[in-house]
């Protein structure tokens, strides 16, 4: 696997002509998101973070909001993009994508096909008075079902074939540790990581794709698997490990909290608050990763990561 260095220089050289806006860490280019991604290198995207169209709002000042008759033809186009996504991504990569609640489930479906679905997240929106669009202003009794003060964003990782906890991670230590010719409770003996509820659980949940091990954890384990002197050398932590990195003080449940983007001249209707990104984008990338949006709208993503030195 490339370093995520080279991973970005290629993608600037498969993107060559389209290129409208290059720095020393940021590449925009400008044309049809879905044909720039199949010219992106497989495995180069540590983190998709992405906005399309909801379909369901049909709004018309939103691009491609409208542009679909059935909502199967939605959905098709979207595992086009899910397709791409799944290919471009690095094993040990995250995916964000907002959508409607209408839509959500279907989505869910659909990705599911190549993704495990992680955490479906509700956006609520504590909009301070003026700012808060149609809930302020519209007559409550003629409500017909609840007003929809929320919207959902997707948060899946790619995933192998089978079933549920489809971990590329899982698989890479079970083969590792059968390389080594270690049963799964002698790992866990010689690390000492037994866990807190069953005196095997760690190793046996990260092999089976429930959980991620700590920077710790994992230096424990190279350090036993390259002693046995039947493996050579281990991935770095950030190449291997998926990154999930939250602690008590921010928002750590599957309900975000925060404000709407406030009107201003010249505001995309769709334009997603900067706090809101830079939360994903710490929480599910290290230093360095590559950030892709393949619907860009204002720049808020890029704007994000750039301010964080993704």
Request: hydrophobic residues 35%; aromatic residues 10%; charged residues 25%.
């Amino acid at each position: 696997m490339r370093s995520r260095a080279e991973a970005f220089a290629h993608c600037s050289v498969e993107l060559g002509d389209d290129l409208c806006l290059m720095s020393n860490n940021a590449l925009v280019a400008q044309g049809d998101s879905l044909q720039l991604l199949g010219r992106l290198p497989d495995r180069s995207i540590s983190l998709i973070l992405t906005d399309p169209p909801y379909h369901s709002t049909k709004k018309k000042n939103i691009y491609g909001d409208t542009a679909f008759e059935e909502d199967n033809h939605y959905v098709e186009w979207m595992q086009q993009y899910a397709t791409e996504w799944r290919r471009v991504l690095r094993p040990n990569g995250s995916l964000y994508c907002f959508c409607a609640s209408e839509m959500a489930a279907r989505l869910e479906v659909m990705l599911s096909k190549d993704f495990n679905v992680l955490s479906s997240i509700t956006w609520t929106k504590p909009n301070e008075p003026g700012y808060d669009g149609w809930k302020g202003k519209m007559k409550k009794e003629a409500l017909r079902q609840w007003y929809p003060h929320s919207e959902r964003i997707i948060f899946a990782a790619p995933a192998l074939d089978g079933n549920l906890h489809r971990s590329p991670f899982g698989h890479f230590l079970r083969q590792t540790r059968k390389q080594t010719g270690m049963s799964s409770n002698e790992l866990t003996a010689r690390t000492g990581e037994y866990g807190k509820v069953n005196h095997g659980g760690a190793v046996s949940n990260w092999e089976t794709g429930r959980n991620i091990p700590s920077r710790e954890q994992y230096n424990k384990m190279r350090d036993v698997f390259i002693a046995t002197g039947k493996v050579r050398s281990m991935p770095p932590y950030e190449d291997v490990v998926r990154p999930f990195i939250i602690d008590g003080s921010q928002e750590f449940t599957d309900v975000w909290t925060f404000s709407s983007v406030r009107p201003y001249r010249g505001k995309h209707p769709a334009e997603k608050p900067s706090d809101l990104l830079e939360h994903a984008i710490t929480a599910s990338s290290f230093p360095g990763d590559i950030v892709l949006d393949c619907f860009a709208g204002a720049g808020s993503t890029a704007l994000a990561a750039l301010k964080l030195r993704q």
